[in-house]
């Protein structure tokens, strides 16, 4: 008997219905805020986004009951429309103009692709991206979103747990840190060609981050594949963390004993951490970080400690300053 927790959705919803479905949801939860949502709203949302349509995910599992929320993987919040979640992005590859990155990086091609895991393990390995992805059904996750600008979305992403693909390559005992890097390829990424960061984009996580179960490993969202836009065909999704935490695009894991260099600390320390816990009572030094605009919305609501995931992983930081270590 299937866990009922854990039923793919296509045993509980034909998959031609599901975004339907989603979408049918959604417009009843969201109909009020919108009508009452003004230039806020519209400033974030221009007419005449870019529609990109990818292949539909087989065998997508959807956490339904109550064990899924006490993990964190789903809640009972509006999710934001697709729209939105495709079409105001942060990908500086193509473009730093967050509306027009979809149609700035429509044209990319992830397949074939490859991504390296390597440095302290005991397996290291080039990975196919087929590989990876048959690692583990992707599991669908409704994640809240914070990026560091005070902005957030819910967005249902599709992917697995980061821990069971290094669980593969068999990271050493003295791996501490891990280590991630985006494509690197002037010619496919043409913001690559302008030094407005040092490319290629790197991040990086605590191996305690790293194996935890909310660090997600997506390769999809709304039960589809990534669009460019979202960073195809993998990226990494840290939720509790801000956004710029979630790398996209990744072509390299490397585990290390040194915490690893990052793009958005390299480029202003003083206003970036590494650990860049979402943290409302740390504020950046241009502006608070105690509320956000979720898209969708009307008004501005407050930020939560670990974006709202404080319950599962406030214990990694348990006796740290995270005034300093923000
Ligand atoms: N990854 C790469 N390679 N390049 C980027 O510019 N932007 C980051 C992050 N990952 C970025 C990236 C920032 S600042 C944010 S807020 C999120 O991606 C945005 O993810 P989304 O567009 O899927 O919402």
Known sequence: MPNPDTIPSSQITPQDTYL??????????TAASLLATGAAYRGLNRPGSTAVETPRLANLVVHTGPDGRGNGFQLDEPLTPLQSVTNYNNFYEFTTNK??????????????????????????KVFDLDEILQISPPEERAYRMRCVEAWSMVIPWAGFSLSRLLKKVEPLGKARYVAFETLLDPSRMPGQKSATLDWPYVEGLRLDEAMHPLT?????????????SNGAPLRLVVPWKYGFKGIKSIVRITLTDMQPKTTWNNAAAHEYGFLANVNPGVPHPRWSQSTEQRLGESGRRETLMFNGYAEQVAHLYAGLDLRKNF
């Open 216 to 228: 997600l490993l997506a390769s999809g969202l709304y039960g589809r594949e990534l669009p460019p």
């Open 20 to 29: 339907n479905r989603r979408n049918f949801m959604r417009a009843g939860l």
């Open 99 to 124: 509306e027009a990155v979809a149609a700035a990086s429509q044209q990319f091609v992830s397949k074939p692709w490859t991504v390296t895991v390597d440095g302290l393990v005991q397996k290291p």
